[in-house]
């Protein structure tokens, strides 16, 4: 079940060979907090390191200068792709997360959740992108996680079911007190859901904004921050939604 403690982050540097052999520092000072029932969402162009931070976060990757924290609990992760078993229904790739420590999950109602409800009995083959990502989603809210990373859910998503779906995990850390860590490229998506906003920028990329987004009541502080960010982070303004359903 979702419990307290916090996700440390430290990263001094984070290195890749590079194609003449040359290690080239992707990540470097990136240095952050986050806590129960947080919303954070990285933002950053193409290539800025977020899906590498996400795998520090997560500890598949350990080879950086730095440490983390993590919280107790279980972790649920979604990845850029959807990593569905094909042989298996989606119901299937859901029960896969089943062990001594993790109960059956009720598999109607997380597919509900994500507008699935009756894509039960297929396989991935007959699923579009954007259904796989959403199946991936639920099955990684099927181990009840106390943290949740997802990279890039709501590409080939169009904009009703980005919303629903943001909406699903803003639900998610309010009310259960999940911790979601979501990297994404959509400021404006960012600010209807997020509870902070971090921002990875340049080369070797770092922490160039770590900004609390304010009350969604709040309609002017909120275009006041937007309007931040685009002055700040002109990449943040391209258009780069794939509305792909």
Known sequence: MPGAGVLELHIREKRFASADARPRAVLRDVHFSAGPGEVVALLGQSGAGKSTLLRIALG???????????P???IGVVFQEPLLLPW???????????TADVPEPDIPALLAAVGLADA????PAQLSLGM???????????????????????????RQLA???????????????TLVLV????VEHALAIADRILVLHGRPAVLAADLAVPDRGDAAALEGLRGELLTRFAFL???????GE
């Open 60 to 70: 598949l990757d350990q080879a950086f200068d730095g440490r983390v924290t993590r």
């Open 72 to 74: 107790a609990g279980r």
């Open 88 to 98: 298996l229904t989606v119901a299937e790739n859901l029960r896969l997360v089943v």
């Open 120 to 123: 039960a009995s297929r396989r």
């Open 132 to 158: 796989a990502r959403r199946a991936s989603v639920a099955r990684a809210l099927a181990v009840d996680p106390a943290v949740l990373v997802l990279d890039e859910p709501f590409v080939s998503l169009d």
């Open 163 to 177: 919303g629903t779906l943001g909406g699903l995990l803003m639900s998610r850390a309010h009310k259960q007190g």
């Open 183 to 186: 990297a994404m490229h959509d």
């Open 237 to 243: 303004a391209a258009d780069e939604t794939d509305d």
